[in-house]
C-alpha cells in the first residue's frame, strides 16, 4: 500500500497551527460527520474527488488518552490512527455528495494495517485515502497517515454504512 502514495505530495491548506482557523473548519467537519469531542479526528479536507481524499488533524496535548497512553511518553494509539483515517475517508465522501449527511459508518474490517512511525502530541496528520469500492450500502477504503514526510501508519478498512 504506501508503495503506491509514497509519491503524494503535501498538500497545503489550511493553517491548522491557529486555532481560530482549527476551530472554524472543523466546524464544517461537524457537519459532515456525527463524532464530536472528544472523537472527532479530522480538522479540515484538502482534497475529496472520486479516487483520494486527503485530511488533516492535529492531535494536541489535551487528547484525552495521552493521559493514559502513555503519561511519562505520550504517545497515539494505533487504533486511534486506523479511526482517523476512516473518519477522513468518511468525511470526503459525505463532503462530495456520495453520501447522504446523516450517515453512520460502523468497522466491519481493518486490514493490512501497519505502524510504521509513533505520533506524538502536537503532530498533524496528514491522511491519504483511497476510495477502493463505494456503494450505499457499504465502503472499502485504504490509507496511509503520514507526518511530515514519513509513513506514520496505514491500513485497509470497510465499513458498513447505516442511518440513525
Not at 138 to 155: F, L, P, R
Request: charged share 25%.
Amino acid at each position: 500500500m504506501s508503495d503506491i502514495s509514497e509519491n503524494v505530495a503535501p498538500v497545503s491548506g489550511a493553517d491548522l497551527s491557529s486555532p481560530a482557523i482549527r476551530a472554524s473548519e472543523r466546524s464544517g467537519i461537524e457537519r459532515l460527520l456525527p463524532h464530536r469531542d472528544p472523537f472527532l479526528f479530522v480538522d479540515t479536507i484538502d482534497v475529496t474527488n472520486e479516487s483520494e481524499i486527503v485530511a488533516r488533524h492535529v492531535f494536541t496535548t489535551e487528547e484525552f488518552f495521552f493521559k493514559g497512553h502513555f503519561p511519562e511518553y505520550p504517545v497515539v494509539p494505533g487504533v486511534i490512527l486506523c479511526e482517523t483515517m476512516a473518519q477522513a475517508g468518511g468525511a470526503g465522501l459525505v463532503k462530495r455528495g456520495v453520501m447522504p449527511t446523516d450517515a453512520l459508518f460502523f468497522f466491519a474490517t481493518l486490514d493490512k494495517v501497519k505502524f510504521r512511525n509513533q505520533v506524538r502530541p502536537g503532530d498533524e496528520v496528514r491522511m491519504v485515502v483511497k476510495n477502493l469500492r463505494v456503494s450505499s450500502r457499504m465502503i472499502k477504503q485504504s490509507g496511509v497517515a503520514y507526518v511530515g514526510d514519513k509513513i506514520a501508519a496505514e491500513a485497509e478498512w470497510m465499513c458498513l454504512v447505516g442511518g440513525k
